[in-house]
């Protein structure tokens, strides 16, 4: 993925199997693959506002995918087994999970640097990073919009 872009969106409403995604490059240039990862030509819309995810950095997406599933360990039989039964999150919800944690963990380490009410702009700061925003970089912005 990284040879054709680091920033990556999901459609949110697809066809077949998996997820479509789009690449995006540092020159603003676009690429669509299938759920099987082959070229896509994006029907009109698929990607806007509305029907796609916000746009992600792949760094975010290795965290998402590196916190994936839960395991649990079986008292009788000792075994190690994937949770079945429950319905694992969309990549979507995930990658909102992520922002989120993100998010908290920038504002936990840097409380003591940031300005009293910068959680007024809490939204704000959300909007920046589903952008692809890393978070210094979206706290950054906010205090230099605001503060």
Known sequence: MTIYGERVQFA??????????????????KMAFDGNHHLHHPEDGEFVPGN???????????????GGGKTTRSL??????????????????????LVDSEKYEYFKANRATLPDTIGEHSEEITTLMRGGMPAEQAFGEIIKKYF
């Open 52 to 66: 796609a995810t916000g746009v992600f950095t792949l760094d975010q997406i290795r965290l998402a995918k590196a």
């Open 76 to 97: 009788s039989t000792g075994r190690v087994t994937r949770s079945s039964g429950v319905r694992a999150p969309s990549a979507a919800t995930r990658a909102k999970e």
């Open 12 to 29: 949110l409403v697809t066809s077949g199997n998996g997820p479509h995604y789009q690449l995006t490059n540092t020159a603003g240039k």
